[in-house]
């Protein structure tokens, strides 16, 4: 049964299995690799040996040896980076996991790079969503708002006439 981690820089991040000693915990990830719960990759084997019972070190261990071996070809979908800086399938679909990038690229500073905009990523749609929300209700909100009306000209010996159309103002 996989679980799947909310994390603050990273999204969800969906773990196949989980293993602690201490304060440390790496989790299998469901696309391939390692990870810690904040969802960063494990960088050294030796992590992995303080952490992780066999079966799953020898599985573990392999899986790092081979890390770098593995042709690009194998892998389901390509990576590419636009002229943007921006990171995409290559079939422009847009890329909404960090197993992806962890899968694709495997560890070192290309990982390390695509990781960092995966998260510039995510607080860039958490505020466009925001900001849209925004927009929505407050769209809703102003047709119901009205102030008090504006009373112009000169005082009158009479009581003073309100102004026909009240005066409506929208916060932006």
């Given at each position: 049964?996989?679980?799947?981690?909310?994390?603050?820089?990273?999204?969800?991040?969906?773990?196949?299995?989980?293993?602690?000693?201490?304060?440390?915990?790496?989790?299998?990830?469901?696309?391939?690799?390692?990870?810690y719960?904040?969802?960063?990759?494990?960088?050294?084997?030796?992590?992995?040996?303080?952490?992780?019972?066999?079966?799953y070190?020898?599985?573990?261990?392999?899986?790092?040896?081979?890390?770098?071996?593995?042709?690009?070809?194998?892998?389901?979908?390509?990576?590419?980076?636009?002229?943007?800086?921006?990171?995409t399938?290559?079939?422009?679909?847009?890329?909404?996991?960090?197993?992806?990038?962890?899968?694709?690229?495997?560890?070192?500073?290309?990982?390390?790079?695509?990781?960092?905009?995966?998260?510039?990523?995510?607080?860039?749609?958490e505020?466009?969503?925001?900001?849209?929300?925004?927009?929505?209700?407050?769209?809703?909100?102003?047709?119901?708002?009205?102030?008090?009306?504006?009373?112009?000209?000169?005082?009158?010996?009479?009581?003073?006439?309100?102004?026909?159309?009240p005066?409506?103002?929208?916060?932006?």
């Amino acid at each position: 049964m996989t679980q799947i981690v909310q994390t603050k820089y990273l999204g969800e991040v969906e773990f196949e299995a989980q293993w602690s000693q201490g304060q440390l915990t790496i989790g299998k990830l469901k696309g391939g690799g390692y990870a810690y719960l904040s969802g960063q990759p494990v960088k050294n084997v030796e992590e992995l040996r303080n952490v992780l019972p066999q079966p799953y070190l020898n599985e573990a261990i392999e899986y790092f040896e081979n890390l770098n071996k593995m042709p690009v070809e194998e892998l389901k979908r390509r990576i590419i980076i636009n002229p943007d800086g921006s990171y995409t399938f290559d079939d422009g679909g847009a890329i909404d996991r960090a197993e992806d990038l962890i899968g694709y690229f495997g560890s070192g500073d290309a990982l390390e790079q695509a990781l960092r905009w995966f998260a510039r990523e995510l607080v860039r749609r958490e505020e466009v969503q925001r900001l849209a929300e925004t927009t929505k209700a407050g769209g809703l909100a102003v047709k119901g708002k009205a102030t008090k009306p504006k009373v112009t000209g000169q005082p009158a010996s009479g009581p003073a006439a309100a102004a026909t159309e009240p005066e409506v103002s929208i916060k932006e």
